[in-house]
C-alpha cells in the first residue's frame, strides 16, 4: 500500500499521497482526536455543573 519515496526530498504532501489508506488514516486522526478532547471537556463541565 505504501511505495518508497522516490522524490529527493521528501514532503509532507507525498507522504500523504502515498494513497487513499494513508490520507483516510491523516484525516480521521486529526478529526477524532479532538473530538476526544472536546467531549472529555465537556463532561467534565457538565459533572461539575450538577
Known amino acids: ?3 518508497p519515496f522516490v522524490d ?9 499521497n502515498q494513497g487513499p489508506l494513508t490520507l ?3 484525516l480521521h486522526t486529526i478529526i ?6 472536546i467531549y472529555k471537556a465537556e463532561k467534565k ?3 461539575e455543573e450538577s
Open 1 to 3: 500500500m505504501i511505495d
Open 24 to 26: 483516510t488514516l491523516f
Open 8 to 16: 529527493v526530498v521528501p514532503s509532507f504532501f507525498a507522504t500523504l
Open 45 to 47: 463541565r457538565l459533572e
Open 32 to 37: 477524532v482526536l479532538p473530538m476526544f478532547w
